[in-house]
């Protein structure tokens, strides 16, 4: 394992591919370590080792954890590895970037439909994680005393599409507990902000149903005709972390290069 020339820590909840993957290699860039919590089928692994792999490769430390990181149980079982790698260090950015949720309809005569069990798995995985892991960092006392929190959200919060109602609803309630933490944990340095990223074409967008159109219709409207990429946004994560940046909490920023402005 690389040797570090500097103690300033990130934990990146979906750090394997995406948003979550473009994140960990700009902080990396900018001299933070790295903590991954990730869930991927053995499969895909050696290709997710080969993207860790190039961070390595540099001065900076990358650990991985293949574990669900929305199970209460898993995040418990994290807590004395992710302690035994921080040794007297703390936290200074939590990143959530997970992406696990039902993409069905409401309705169909055809289709499998939402059902409530549906939307608990989506809400939980892509929103209630969130505050499980600000809640954890806070118990440990993992986190230093400038925490900067980041989740992603989407258009999808305020827009319906077919077949997205469990993660618009998701989206709501992440922004919802987003602006929560922002207030309650401010006395402890916690700044707490969503990210809404314009479309961007990664594994998990492909998976919406009607995702082609969806990106067709981002085409059109964005006024700088191209989609956002991972890279958009790992940049805007970066500067959240930054000094000049510890003012800005309880908000939602646009990325999106202008395409939700019609």
Not at 60 to 72: K, Q, R
Not at 166 to 173: F, G, M, N, Q
Request: net charge neutral; hydrophobic share 45%.
């Amino acid at each position: 394992m690389a040797v570090t020339e500097t103690n300033k820590w990130a934990l990146v909840l979906g750090g394997s591919s995406g948003l979550g993957l473009a994140v960990v290699k700009k902080l990396a860039a900018h001299d933070f370590n790295i903590l991954v919590v990730h869930r991927d089928r053995r499969s895909d692994l050696p290709e997710i080792e080969k993207q860790f792999d190039s961070v390595r490769s540099t001065r900076m430390t990358l650990v991985a954890f293949n574990v669900d990181a929305t199970s209460i149980e898993r995040q418990n079982e994290l807590i004395p590895k992710i302690k035994a790698q921080l040794k007297d260090e703390k936290i200074a950015v939590l990143v959530h970037s997970i992406a696990k949720g039902n993409l069905k309809p409401m309705q169909s005569m055809t289709e499998s439909t939402l059902q409530h069990q549906d939307f608990s798995l989506t809400i939980g995985a892509m929103a209630t994680s969130f505050y499980d892991w600000v809640k954890l960092l806070v118990n440990q006392e993992l986190f230093n005393e400038d925490l900067r929190t980041i989740a992603f959200t989407s258009e999808g919060n305020t827009k319906a599409w077919s077949n997205y109602a469990a993660v618009s609803a998701a989206k709501a309630a992440l922004e919802a507990m987003m602006r929560n933490i922002a207030l309650e944990f401010a006395p402890m340095g916690i700044k707490s902000n969503c990210i809404q990223a314009g479309v961007t074409e990664t594994k998990s967008f492909t998976m919406i149903p009607g995702s082609a159109t969806l990106k067709a219709a981002a085409l059109e409207r964005n006024p700088n005709k191209r989609l956002t990429t991972p890279e958009d946004v790992a940049n805007v994560v970066y500067l959240m972390t930054t000094p000049e940046a510890k003012w800005i909490t309880g908000t939602v920023l646009k990325v999106d290069g202008g395409e939700s402005l019609r």
